[in-house]
C-alpha cells in the first residue's frame, strides 16, 4: 500500500523506515537483450496501449508540463514517476511487461547503425516528405495527439546521426558528480537532450513520447540515476538538491509534478509503488578513493560483464552484440588503458567493489509537504484528452490547457566530418610537419591534471536568455584531428568523436541557459581532446570507417582527381593544337589560293 506524504513525515518522526517494499518487481532489461518472445510480448502490449490512446494520454501530460519538468531538479524525479505510470498501464494488457531501456551510450559512435533503430525492433528514420517511419514497431500506427499523424523522425545528418557521448564521458559525469544538483544538468545536457535532437521529429517536439524510443531513451536516464544512486549510495542515494521550476528549493517532500507523491516516494525503486528495478542495478560498484598514482591496477579477472565477443583493434566490431552496460564495462577498461594523471582529472572516484541494497541508509528524517495525490486512471482506456478548459483525472487544467506549437530544433550547425583538413594534415604528416599540440611531458602532464574537473552546479539564474542567444555559434565537426589521432597508425585507430551540439531551437524550447549550455558542452569537447591525446582507445568507437583509412582515401581521390585534371589538361592541350594546326592550313590554302588568282589575273 502506497504511503500518503502525512504518513511518510510520521513514519519518519517515529524512526521508522518509511518504505514500503513492492510485492512484484518488474526488472527492466536492456532492449537487445530480450528474447524473440519478450520483444514479441512487449510489442504487443505497445500495440494495444495505442489502439486504447494511452501513447497520446502520456505525449499529452508531458507536453502539458513541459516547462516544470525540465532545467530543474523535478527531471529525475518526474520522469522516474512517469515511465512507472506509463509501465504500470502495460501490466493491465500484460502482468510480465516492463518497459526496456536503450543502452545509447552504446552506440555513441554511430547511433544510426544500431540494431535498435532497424525494423527488428523501432525502425529508422522517416521518409520522403512527411519523415513517417516505415518500419519497426510503430510503422502503421496512427498517433493522436496534437493532432492525427504518423511517427516522425528526422535524423540530424541527413540518414545518419552525428555522434553523442560516450559511456566513458557518461561514467565521468557519474564519477564527479557528488550532489543532484550536478548529476541532473551534467545528464540532462548531455545524452538526454542529445538523444532527443539525434532522432528528431517527434522526439524534438514536447509531445515526444509519442515515440517509443521515448520510454527506452528515459528508462535509461532514470537507470542511470540509479546507477548514480549505488555508486556511492551513502552519499548518493537520498541526495536531493537544488530548485523546482520557479526558484523554490527542491524537498523530499516537495510534490512530484502532476502525480503528487512525495518525491522522497519515487526515490527507491523497488519501494513504495516504484516497483521496477535494472539488470545491472546491483553489478554497479563502490567508490575507491584515488590520489595520483605511479601504478594503475589492472582489471580483476572475476567481473560481472558475462559473455563480451573480442576487441578487434581495440575496439568491439558489432557493439549490438555486447550485453554489457557500456558505462560498467568501461569502468575497468579506463583503468587499463589511462594513466593516473587522466583518471584523476576525469575518474577522481571510479569504482571497484559492489554495493548492494544491504548499503542504503536509513531515509533521511525530513518534513514532508503535504501534496494532493492525484488519482490514477483506471480502465483500459485512456482518458479523454482536453480540448479547452477540463478537469482530467482529478487535476484541473482551467483554461491553460492548449495543443503545443511545432518547435524548428533542426540542426543550424555544420555536422560532416572535415574532409578537406583531414587531407592537409596528411599532407602536413606526410613533410614531417605537425599541425597540432605536442604531447604533455610526463612532469607537465601531473601539473595539469592535478585536480579532478568540477561539475558544474545549476543555479537559479540558469535560464534562457534571448539576449544571449544571438551569440550562440557552434562550429562542429565530429573529430578534431589537431594532434594527429588515428592518423598513419598515431594514436587510437578510432578516435573518439566530438558530440553533437544543441540546436538554438532546442535550447529555447526547453528554457535552459546559453551559458550552462556552452559551458557543459565545453568540458565534453575538452574531455574528448584529453582520451586522443591519450591515446585511450574507447571499445564503443567503431564507427563506419577507420579514419585513417577514410584519409587514406580522400589522399587517394585527390591522387585520382589530380591525374584525371592531367589527362583532361593534355587531351585540351592536344584539340587545341589540333585546332591551330587546321587553321594554319586553311590560312595557307586560303593564301596559296588569294596569291594564284592574283597571279591568274595579271596575265
Not at 538523444?195 to 517536439?205: E, F, K, N, P
Not at 514536447?206 to 549510495?233: C, E, G, K, T
Amino acid at each position: 500500500m502506497k504511503l500518503t506524504s502525512a504518513l511518510v513525515v510520521l513514519a519518519a518522526m517515529a524512526g521508522v523506515e518509511a518504505l514500503t517494499p513492492c510485492g512484484s518487481v518488474a526488472t527492466r532489461k536492456e532492449i537487445r537483450s530480450l528474447s524473440s518472445s519478450e520483444w514479441s510480448r512487449t510489442a504487443s502490449v505497445l500495440q494495444q496501449m495505442n489502439n486504447y490512446g494511452w501513447f497520446s494520454w502520456f505525449a499529452y501530460l508531458h507536453s502539458n508540463n513541459f516547462n516544470v519538468i525540465h532545467n530543474c531538479e523535478m527531471f529525475f524525479p518526474f520522469h522516474r514517476r512517469f515511465v512507472r505510470d506509463f509501465e504500470s498501464v502495460g501490466q493491465r494488457f500484460d502482468a510480465s511487461f516492463a518497459v526496456p531501456y536503450w543502452d545509447e551510450a552504446r552506440d555513441y559512435a554511430n547511433m544510426a547503425g544500431s540494431a535498435v533503430l532497424s525494423s527488428s525492433y523501432l525502425g529508422g528514420n522517416g521518409q520522403s516528405s512527411n519523415r513517417c517511419v516505415t518500419s519497426g514497431l510503430q510503422a502503421s500506427w496512427s498517433l493522436g495527439y496534437p493532432s492525427a499523424h504518423c511517427l516522425r523522425r528526422q535524423y540530424n545528418n541527413g540518414n545518419s546521426i552525428s555522434p553523442i557521448y560516450s559511456p566513458e564521458y557518461i561514467q565521468s559525469i557519474m564519477t564527479r558528480s557528488t550532489k543532484m544538483s550536478q548529476l541532473r544538468p551534467a545528464i540532462e545536457n548531455s545524452l538526454h537532450g542529445i538523444v532527443h535532437l539525434s532522432i528528431g521529429g517527434d522526439m524534438t517536439q514536447m509531445y515526444s513520447p509519442n515515440d517509443f524510443v521515448f520510454w527506452l531513451h528515459h528508462a535509461n536516464i532514470d537507470r542511470l540515476w540509479f546507477v548514480w544512486q549505488m555508486q556511492n549510495p551513502q552519499n548518493n542515494f537520498w541526495s536531493l538538491d537544488g530548485t523546482v521550476a520557479n526558484g523554490q528549493a527542491i524537498g523530499y517532500g516537495t510534490p512530484v509534478t502532476y502525480y503528487g507523491d512525495a518525491i522522497i516516494d519515487v526515490m527507491y525503486p523497488t519501494m513504495n509503488n516504484m516497483c521496477f528495478t535494472y539488470d545491472n542495478v546491483l553489478t554497479v560498484t563502490s567508490k575507491r578513493k584515488r590520489g595520483v598514482q605511479k601504478c594503475i591496477p589492472r582489471p580483476s579477472a572475476n567481473n560481472n560483464y558475462g559473455s563480451l565477443p573480442p576487441l578487434v583493434n581495440g575496439v568491439f566490431e558489432d557493439v549490438n552484440q555486447v550485453l554489457t552496460d557500456a558505462e560498467t564495462y568501461v569502468k575497468d577498461h579506463l583503468v587499463s588503458q589511462l594513466p593516473s594523471t587522466v583518471l584523476n582529472k576525469w575518474f577522481p572516484a571510479l569504482q571497484t567493489n559492489n554495493y548492494t541494497q544491504a548499503d542504503i541508509p536509513e531515509p533521511p528524517v525530513a518534513p514532508v509537504e503535504s501534496a494532493a495525490v492525484v488519482p490514477t486512471a483506471t480502465g483500459y482506456v485512456a482518458p479523454a484528452l482536453p480540448t479547452d478548459a477540463a478537469d482530467v483525472a482529478g487535476h484541473n487544467y482551467g483554461s491553460n490547457f492548449s495543443a503545443p506549437e511545432e518547435t524548428d530544433t533542426t540542426d543550424d550547425y555544420e555536422t560532416e566530418i572535415p574532409v578537406t583538413s583531414l587531407a592537409d594534415e596528411s599532407s602536413d604528416e606526410a613533410s614531417g610537419e605537425s599541425s597540432g599540440d605536442a604531447a604533455l611531458s610526463p612532469e607537465d602532464a601531473t601539473t595539469a591534471y592535478s585536480a579532478a574537473v568540477a561539475v558544474p552546479t545549476h543555479g537559479q539564474d540558469d535560464t534562457y536568455n534571448a539576449a544571449e542567444a544571438d551569440s550562440y555559434s557552434v562550429d562542429y565537426h565530429a573529430y578534431d584531428l589537431s594532434d594527429d589521432a588515428g592518423l598513419d597508425g598515431v594514436g587510437p585507430a578510432y578516435p573518439m568523436p566530438v558530440p553533437a551540439p544543441f540546436t538554438i531551437g532546442f535550447i529555447k524550447m526547453h528554457g535552459y541557459s546559453i551559458k550552462e549550455i556552452t559551458q557543459n558542452y565545453e568540458l565534453a569537447k575538452l574531455f574528448v581532446d584529453d582520451m586522443n591525446a591519450a591515446n585511450y582507445q574507447s571499445p564503443y568507437a567503431m564507427t563506419v570507417q577507420n579514419i585513417s583509412n577514410l584519409v587514406g582515401g580522400v589522399s587517394s581521390a585527390a591522387d585520382d582527381l589530380a591525374g584525371a585534371v592531367s589527362d583532361v589538361a593534355g587531351d585540351a592541350a592536344g584539340a587545341v593544337s589540333d585546332v591551330v594546326d587546321g587553321a594554319a592550313g586553311a590560312v595557307s590554302d586560303i593564301v596559296d589560293g588569294a596569291a594564284a588568282n592574283a597571279v591568274s589575273s595579271l596575265f
